[in-house]
């Protein structure tokens, strides 16, 4: 990063690698930005997905989620859709609207996803096994979709069946 770079107080920068991150059911999360840092209006997460993988399909009734494909092929089902998104798609998911992703590529890919209003991202970091991107034993602890179900009211989410 360059050191001529001027920042106001109050401006939040990370660089590559800074940060809390964790792995959870088989992909990275790196948290980029709390809600304790934009008054609670978001947070954001960047997510590296392998092929194949994907959160269950849920609901989130206390905040709004979108999804910006920095690179890679996913499918996504929104309310009774199928979308497929890449490189440079977006997606905004209304609270209350059941969804999923998948990475639907043969490589890994990046999703960056904002929640607002922030706080969603604790369910992630409390449920992941904290981790760097380069870490060899990224494996989920046995009771992770447990321990997802068993936080998923605290947070305001629910799992479809």
């Not at 401006?11 to 800074?18: A, D, N, P, R």
């Not at 609670?40 to 989620?65: K, L, Q, R, T």
């Not at 009211?153 to 799992?159: D, H």
Request: glycine share 12%; charged share 25%.
């Amino acid at each position: 990063m360059s050191s001529n770079l001027i920042a106001d107080p109050s401006s939040h920068v990370l660089e590559t690698g800074q940060g809390r991150s964790f792995w959870l059911m088989g992909d990275f999360y790196a948290i980029k930005t709390l809600p304790e840092q934009t008054g609670g209006a978001y947070s954001i997460v960047e997510i590296e997905s392998f092929p194949g993988n994907g959160p269950p399909p849920h609901i989130h009734h206390g905040e709004d989620e979108c999804f910006y494909v920095i690179e890679g092929a996913f499918s996504v089902i929104l309310g009774g859709k199928i979308l497929d998104l890449a490189d440079g798609d977006f997606v905004r998911i209304p609270k209350g609207t059941p969804h999923t992703y998948k990475n639907v590529g043969a490589i890994p890919g990046r999703l960056l996803v904002v929640f607002s209003p922030g706080g969603f991202e604790e369910l992630l970091a409390e449920v992941g096994k904290p981790g760097k991107r380069d870490d060899k034993d990224r494996e989920d602890e046995p009771d992770t979709l447990h321990r997802l179900l068993a936080l998923a009211e605290k947070y305001k989410m629910e799992i479809c069946s």
